[in-house]
């Protein structure tokens, strides 16, 4: 079964990045209000991600880490119909099963916590400890044991970059979440958790993009559009700043980016792509996010209304603002 799980990592383990986003969807997950991520050497070599959430009961720490499907993978044939169905509930036996992991645990109510380690999918100690509540992960040396495909990641400022502009967006999702950000000793970004989108703008990108955005706001019966939008003076060559979550999730979408721009052009008449970061808030059953789960693509019942939320709100911050 090792190697089951090590075959079956790379699907879910594609580089640290994607380590990452497991661990931080997990403390998401666990209702964490503060989360630490730091990375070293673009997360090949450290990736530590500490929350607040709620623990893992510590008769479930071993159990986490187990493949749920790994009893009926018999072959590598069958590994075909276990990508098929997702990968719900292997994201810690994945990234155990291709790294040297520790983890500190404890849930509030208790004591103590729990400490485990595991490497190349094998435990090497587990004991009680103390240690604050909630939840600390790290991953040390990713991909030691598959050298084929540490072969296959790119250079670690190229891999710690594409980790920090996960870690922007992440910010700008939850602003209901305290996030700190550490990459090889500095630190990059802290965000307050105060629930304001302002302040994490304010803390991500600096005092000019904070002070130059308007106030993005619809809604509908069936959709709500609220975030910020740039002055043209925060206008960039390229979509990088146009920024879109679903629900609390970023995805890209160009039906979105044509409201935001279209909205732009019939009120502004300047500027090509205006920094945005739009939340939008609607009934889960009219989006269909499953294309893949990293993809971030997105397909709407109605694109329609979504395409008018978005205009309408942006149209309103302009219109305040320069009409
Ligand atoms: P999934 O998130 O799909 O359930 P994972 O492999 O990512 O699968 O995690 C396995 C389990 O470990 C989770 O269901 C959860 O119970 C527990 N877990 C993982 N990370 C945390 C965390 N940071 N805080 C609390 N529980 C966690
Ligand atoms: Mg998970």
Not at 30 to 35: D, G, L, N
Not at 129 to 153: D, E, Q, S, Y
Not at 215 to 231: A, P, R
Request: charged content about 25%; some cysteine; hydrophobic content about 40%.
């Amino acid at each position: 079964t090792h190697t089951i799980n090590k075959i079956a990592a790379g699907e879910v383990v594609e580089r640290p990045c994607s380590v990452v986003k497991e661990l931080v969807e997990n403390s998401i997950d666990a209702k964490a209000s503060s989360i630490t991520v730091e990375i070293k050497n673009g997360g090949i070599d450290l990736i530590r991600v500490t929350d607040n959430g709620v623990g893992i009961p510590k008769d479930q720490v071993e159990v986490a880490f187990l493949r749920h499907a790994t009893s009926k993978i018999t072959s590598a044939e069958d590994l075909y119909e276990v990508i098929s169905l997702g990968f719900r509930g292997e994201a810690l036996a994945s990234i155990a099963a291709v790294s040297n992991v520790e983890l500190l645990t404890k849930e509030e109510q208790e004591l103590t916590g729990k400490r485990i380690e595991i490497s190349g999918g094998k435990m090497s100690a587990a004991e009680e400890v103390a240690c604050p509540n909630g939840t600390t992960f790290i991953m040390r040396h990713l991909f030691f044991n598959v050298p084929a495909r540490k072969a296959f990641l790119s250079s670690s400022s190229s891999e710690g970059a594409k980790i920090s502009d996960y870690m922007y967006k992440l910010a700008l999702a939850h602003p209901e979440v305290s996030f700190k950000y550490i990459q090889n000793g500095k630190t990059i970004f802290t965000t307050s958790g105060d629930h304001e989108l302002k302040h994490a703008i304010l803390n991500i990108y600096g005092k000019e993009y904070a002070r130059n955005t308007l106030e993005c706001y619809y809604k509908s019966d069936t959709i709500e559009c609220m975030g910020l939008i740039g002055k043209p003076v925060l206008n960039r060559g390229n979509r990088n700043y146009e920024h879109f979550f679903i629900n609390g999730r970023y995805i890209k979408s160009q039906l979105l980016q044509g409201a935001v721009e279209d909205a732009y052009k019939t009120l502004v008449m300047v500027g090509k792509f205006p920094f945005s970061v739009l939340h939008l808030y609607l009934d889960p059953s009219l989006v269909d996010v499953n294309v893949h789960p990293t993809k971030l693509q997105v397909r709407f019942k109605n694109p329609d209304t979504i395409y008018k939320a978005v205009y309408e709100g942006v149209s309103h911050a302009l219109r305040e603002a320069y009409l």
